[in-house]
């Protein structure tokens, strides 16, 4: 199906939702994808994946909070239940994101004496029923032991909830009380983080509502978010409002400041309430609205998205957003598992959980613009979700394009991580360089202002910021004077964190290259020159006669990223430093961390995506190269579940060995995948471990900052996608696929039915709807393995596309760089 740009962006999407549904009901009448996500996977040792009701890309995001480990909200090894709350991030590395406002239900207060309802977190804290969970695409329930079963759904900005009681019979343990449900709220978010805020109730309506102050997870300042509850089942009894655990129907507001004077107390359970008759049909539903503008948007929100309370309609409408999203893939399973399609449609699902939909929400500028948030961080999503995205559904991408964009344009800088409209904290590079010239190389520009992206990026690569830990980079000057960034940097230009000096390095080198891209497509020749130059910086800090010793053995490879400092004198680090065997957690985000972050020199030495072809000649040629490769996956020294060890599992195809990569993805496939509840390897990062998954299962690994994908076979017969911006559907198909995973090394390839030879290819294959057919054996061969078929490297080759489409080749764009500079 072909279809004229210039239709609308919806009717395009609903015409290519439409033939999809229609194809993938043809092939089976009863496949429902929705029956292969499950939004469990994830929620224990330490994913931190949301489980709860959310729509793609949603604001509202309900969930029950669990007492522990609940950085998601709910976590299945997270214990009991304190409340459920509205919003939340998913995956998240460090502290718990959101939870803000949480919701509570009783079904009656002991005596029916209000007083002697529960009302702090401590005290109300319920476990739920072993096996009462539900979790779908936009649902969630549970049963508390109370009796009370919860249900939740959501619409963009609305969180609605349908708690059933068990009526007059109920009697349970300690909680058998005289039937009078009652609902409070309470001004707290999961990590407890509250400045200050007010609670209300309406004695009238019932209507409770609120607003509070609170600080971001992973990041500066504070946010203000508002809510507005509206219930529905049940007369209203009384209300009013609580106090730590002093409730009171005297007052119907109450205001609080937790000034956080050091050593400060306890944020106190402050909030309101309200009490019923029982309800006529054991059910009360509960409707909240949140907003960061006002309290009054809070309730309109509700009101225009959810105005008759259906939650049947409400789930049905989040069900077929999903339904819709998730259409755009669909893949021939014959001979697969359910785990393995499970495996791939919920990694799918996750990707498209964040960043969130804030437009209309932010008050912290005036914009017509759409305005994203929870960029959750771009360190982490720069390398797979967002070319993930890209590929399923553009035209969010082409939104959180542009909201970037006029982020930079309203703070001056793009973030590297962002949530609840603060500026979250920068791990590396300004990776959003790479976001945006991903974007750029694969066509997104609907409505782009691409002149004003550029700034944003020479700005990140020119103009050093005063506090780098939060956008930008530091050490700029010595950037650009020495070409690395040194270990003992002197900086006096801003202030930030002195550590990560080698992560930093290879990152600015990467990020420079992807400006260099940029500026070769919009046509800055001079630019591409000087960002050209700076992408070998890499170099600067590899110390050529660096051996390392794993499990006190050295293995033979010589030549690791080493400290550097100021005077150009080599530093030194133990290059199995903060990998799994050696000090694994050394090098997070702190004062004490190392010169690498996150992970060792072993790794950080692979990563030279603009020109792997000048790594595999200084770590010794091919053979070294791949052997060394190897190793990091074999010896134990690779962590799989962090996001920079994505690229190294694909690598092998730079080597002239796309075997390989086709080899460990099914090693960490299904083994570190699959679909139970401790399901992935790390926390997921808002989606990062999902879109590792599913593209390593479609088959087509990109390279995020360029136009290069690189090939191995799907997991699957075949792998459809339909582009959201062009309507049309390309194919990878799998010739000799067999299902016990023998076959998993092309033998041979066609494109469109022509013999294709090289083991990578550009992002119109997606766009144009093209076929690739891969016939697979049970050992390696030659295919891919030529010169002329590895993908391309800045020293080497040939062909990238830079820009609008315009195919020039990556030697051709370093030499008119370099002649231009001479001129
Ligand atoms: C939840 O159940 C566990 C196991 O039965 C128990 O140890 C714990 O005290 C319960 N928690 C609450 C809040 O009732
Ligand atoms: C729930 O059931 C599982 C398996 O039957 C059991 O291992 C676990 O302890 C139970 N949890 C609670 C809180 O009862
Ligand atoms: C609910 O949990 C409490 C505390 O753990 C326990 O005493 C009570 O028996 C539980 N009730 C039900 C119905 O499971
Ligand atoms: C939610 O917002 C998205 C835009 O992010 C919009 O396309 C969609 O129609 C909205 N969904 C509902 C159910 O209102
Ligand atoms: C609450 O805290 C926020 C953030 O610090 C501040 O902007 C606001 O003025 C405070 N409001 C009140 C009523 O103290
Ligand atoms: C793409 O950009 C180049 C400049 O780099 C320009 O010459 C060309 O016209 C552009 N092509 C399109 C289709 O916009
Ligand atoms: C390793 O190389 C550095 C930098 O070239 C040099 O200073 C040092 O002496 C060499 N070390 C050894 C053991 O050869
Ligand atoms: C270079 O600087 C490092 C770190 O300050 C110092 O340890 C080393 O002695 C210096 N080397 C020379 C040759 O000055
Ligand atoms: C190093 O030791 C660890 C832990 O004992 C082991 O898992 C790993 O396989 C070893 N690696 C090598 C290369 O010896
Ligand atoms: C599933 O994945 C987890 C996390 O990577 C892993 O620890 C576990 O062993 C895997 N389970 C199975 C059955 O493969
Ligand atoms: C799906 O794949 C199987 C196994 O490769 C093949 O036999 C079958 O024809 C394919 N079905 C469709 C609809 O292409
Ligand atoms: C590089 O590209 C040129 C044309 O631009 C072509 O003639 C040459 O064969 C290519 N070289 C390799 C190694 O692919």
């Known amino acids: 199906m072909y279809i004229r740009t210039g239709l609308s962006v919806s009717v395009l999407d609903t015409l290519l939702f439409l ?5 993938v009901n043809a092939q089976n009448a009863s496949f429902d994808v929705l029956d292969y996500v499950n939004p469990l996977i994830g929620t224990a040792n330490g994913g931190h994946v949301f489980a709860g009701a959310s729509l793609p890309f949603g604001m509202a995001k309900s969930s029950p909070d669990s007492t522990d480990d609940n950085q998601g909200g709910f976590a299945t090894d997270g214990g009991a239940v304190t409340g459920f709350s509205h919003m939340h991030d998913s995956g998240t590395g460090g502290s718990q994101s959101l939870g803000n406002f949480q919701l509570f239900p009783q ?41 009370i079963r919860a249900e939740m759904t959501v619409s963009n900005r609305t969180a609605l909830y349908r708690f059933t009681f068990q009526g007059s019979n109920s009697s ?25 805020g007010t609670a209300q109730s309406d004695p009238e309506t019932g209507r409770l509502s609120g607003t509070g102050a609170f600080s971001p997870s992973f990041g ?38 937790d000034d956080g004077i050091d050593g400060s107390p306890e944020i106190l359970p402050t909030g309101s309430w309200v009490q019923f008759d029982a309800p006529q049909n054991n059910e009360i539903i509960a409707r909240v ?3 960061f503008i006002s309290i009054d948007q809070a309730c309109s929100n509700a009101q225009n998205e959810i105005p008759d309370f259906d939650f049947e309609g409400t789930r049905q409408s989040a069900e077929d957003a999903w339904r819709k999203k998730l259409s755009v893939v669909s893949v021939n399973a014959t001979g697969v598992s359910n785990e393995l399609q499970e495996v791939l449609y919920s990694s799918l699902y996750r990707s498209m959980l964040s960043p969130q939909d804030y437009t209309g929400e932010n008050y912290l500028w005036n914009s017509s613009e759409p305005y994203y948030d929870s960029y959750y961080c771009i360190w982490d999503s720069f390398r797979s979700i967002h070319p993930l995205i890209t590929l399923l559904d553009p035209n969010s991408q082409t939104l959180m394009i542009r909201s970037l964009i006029d982020i930079y344009r309203h703070l001056g800088k793009l973030p590297d991580c962002r949530m609840s409209l603060c500026k979250g904290y920068t791990q590396g590079g300004s990776n959003a360089d790479i976001v945006l010239a991903d974007s750029y190389l694969k066509g997104i520009n609907q409505d782009v202002d691409w002149e004003t992206g550029y700034e944003a990026v020479i700005s990140d690569a020119e103009v050093e910021p005063q506090n780098w830990n939060v956008e930008g980079r530091g050490g700029l000057e010595s950037w650009k004077r020495l070409g690395y960034v040194p270990t003992d940097d002197y900086d006096p230009n801003g202030s930030g964190t002195h550590t990560r000096s080698i992560s930093r390095t290879v990152e600015y080198a990467y990020d420079d290259f992807c400006i260099a891209e940029m500026a070769k497509g919009l046509g800055h020749s001079s630019d591409n020159v000087k960002y050209t130059r ?13 051996t390392s010793s794993v499990n006190g053995t050295d293995p033979g490879f010589v030549g690791f990223l080493q400290p550097r400092y100021l005077n150009q004198t080599f530093g030194f680090q133990d290059p199995t430093l903060c990998s799994p065997l050696n000090d694994f957690t050394g090098c997070y985000l702190n004062p004490d961390g190392h010169e690498t972050y996150e992970g060792s020199s072993w790794l950080y030495t692979f990563f030279v995506p603009q020109d792997m072809a000048a790594l595999i000649e200084t770590l010794g040629g091919k053979q070294k190269f791949i052997d060394r490769l190897t190793y990091l996956h074999t010896s134990g020294l690779l962590y799989i579940g962090d996001e920079q060890a994505f690229l190294p599992v694909f690598q092998f195809h730079y080597g002239g060995r796309p075997a390989l990569s086709s080899h460990f993805a099914h090693y960490y496939i299904p083994s570190q995948f699959n679909t139970t509840n401790v399901g992935i390897p790390g926390n997921d990062d808002s989606g990062a471990m999902g879109s590792f998954a599913a593209l390593s299962m479609m088959g087509l690994w990109p390279v995020s900052g360029q136009n290069v994908y690189l090939i191995t076979p799907p997991f699957f017969p075949s792998v459809s996608v339909g582009n959201g911006q062009t309507g049309r559907t390309a194919t990878i198909r799998n010739i000799n696929f067999d299902s016990g995973y023998s076959n998993i090394y092309i033998q041979s390839a066609t494109l469109n039915g022509k013999p294709y030879t090289k083991n990578w290819i550009t992002h119109d294959f997606w766009t144009n709807g093209d076929t690739l057919e891969l016939t697979l054996g049970p050992k390696e061969s030659s295919w891919g393995q030529a010169d002329e078929d590895l993908p391309p490297s800045l020293s080497t080759t040939n062909a990238t596309t830079a820009g609008n489409g315009t195919n020039v080749s990556m030697g051709e764009l370093v030499m008119e760089g370099l002649r231009t500079a001479r001129l």
Not at 128 to 147: D, K
Not at 220 to 226: A, E, H, M
Not at 229 to 254: C, H, L, M, W, Y
């Open 172 to 196: 349970s343990g300690s909680h058998s009380a005289p039937y009078s449900p009652l609902m409070l709220v309470d001004l707290t978010d999961l990590p407890n983080s509250r400045i200050n």
């Open 220 to 257: 500066v300042g504070s946010y203000i978010l508002n809510f507005c509850a509206d219930f529905k089942g049940a007369s209203v009894r009384r209300t009013g409002v609580f106090d730590n655990n002093r409730p009171s129907t005297a007052n119907n507001v109450i205001h609080t400041v």
């Open 19 to 23: 033939s999809f549904y229609i194809l």
């Open 107 to 147: 079904s009656g207060c002991p005596g029916d004496d209000f007083t002697r309802c529960k009302w702090t977190k401590n005290d109300r804290t319920t476990n739920y029923t072993n096996g009462s969970v539900e979790a779908r695409p936009g649902y969630f329930a549970l049963t508390l032991n109370t009796s």
């Open 534 to 546: 700076r992408a070998s910086n890499w170099k600067n800090m590899y110390l050529a006669n660096q």
């Open 289 to 291: 609205g949140v907003s």
